[in-house]
């Protein structure tokens, strides 16, 4: 049984950063893909950045620049590291993760969420202007 479970998320005055962390743990072995997506009230939930096993990264435009996603293959810890945060950036920030996806390994295949089969119960960030 695979488990995700975020962690990281507070409240920063804008400008600031946050670094979130994602723990897998059960049968996680050659998960390829795991991807963080947030979520606003009122609004649909969005990816916010993917990456693959060869650690290709891939992000939504609205943080580019801002935000990196990494791993740390010996811990099984997925990152998003959050600088320069808006206040548009504040919702609940989701871990997710799935061996195979639907299609090609791109930033529009990932940002469905039925591509991924795997979630965690997810971290609240929140930016004040």
């Known amino acids: 049984q695979v488990q995700l479970v975020e962690s990281g998320g507070g409240s920063v005055r804008a400008g600031g950063s946050l670094r979130l962390s994602c723990a897998s743990s059960?049968?996680?072995?050659?998960?390829?893909?795991m991807a963080w997506f947030r979520q606003a009230p009122g609004k649909e939930r969005e990816v916010v950045a993917g990456?693959?096993?060869?650690?290709?990264?891939r992000y939504a435009d609205s943080v580019k620049g801002r935000f990196t996603i990494s791993k740390d293959n010996a811990e099984n810890t997925l990152y998003l590291q959050m600088n320069n945060l808006k206040p548009e950036d504040t919702a609940m920030y989701y871990c997710?993760?799935?061996?195979?996806?639907?299609?090609?390994?791109?930033?529009?295949?990932?940002?469905?969420?039925?591509?991924?089969?795997?979630w965690g119960q997810g971290t609240q960030v929140t930016v004040s202007s």
């Open positions: 997710a993760a799935d061996w195979l996806l639907p299609g090609p390994p791109t930033i529009a295949t990932m940002s469905s969420q039925s591509a991924f089969g795997y």
């Open positions: 059960g049968y996680t072995d050659n998960m390829n893909y």
């Open positions: 990456r693959d096993s060869d650690g290709s990264t």
